[in-house]
């Protein structure tokens, strides 16, 4: 069983195409065709339900998928340990973050960059929860930080950073004089900039309302934090 026999495999299972996985592995679709069908002999199995065109995995075929993804990972990592052992380490992070973690995710990385500086960073920070765990499972991403959901991370490591605490941000002249705490009634009558309903931030700050029988409507609605943030600043 061959590493390029699995990458095939797994290009046809996200494409559910064999013609686009082939075009997405640059080889024809008889070589890509004939290598999964390799594939079958080796393990004994069929993995592809064959029809006129592809109609779907095998339950051994989805199997495969996960077990694929996870050797075809650690194939990688292991290249890129060979090549941090001649150069230090190389290669590209791929962090994932909630919005609201956006802004301080420089906290983790500032160090990091530092130790390694051959290594490329790509944040990916306007990501639902739910999809941040997927991404790690499935080894689109290297590292999140995300909220602790024990639903969601039953199969992956926690490293507590941090607790975000909820603060009002709001120009001084919009609040009484010398007040340091708002209620959220009170809270509930000023023009709101929030996060979008879909983030957890978002569903903290409306429960919060919710326990006082109160229903908001923001003014400005955002993914983003620092948008969110340049709305109050303006």
Known sequence: MLV???EYFVAVAQERRIARAAEKCYVSQPALS???AKLERDLDVTLINRGHSFQGLTAEGERLVVWAKRIL???DAFKAEVRAVRSGIT???RLGTVPTASTTASLVLSAFCSDHPLVKVQIHSRLATTELYRRL???ELEAAIVHSVPEEARDVELVP???ERYVL???ADMLPAGTSTVRWPDAAQLPLALLTPDTRGRRVIDAAFADHAITITPQVETDSVASMLA???T
């Open 91 to 93: 290669g590209t992070l």
């Open 137 to 139: 499972r499935d080894f």
């Open 4 to 6: 390029r026999q699995l």
């Open 73 to 75: 990972a650690e194939h």
């Open 161 to 163: 950073l941090y607790e």
């Open 169 to 171: 941000v709001a120009p």
């Open 34 to 36: 004939a290598a999964i």
């Open 231 to 233: 709305q109050v600043a």
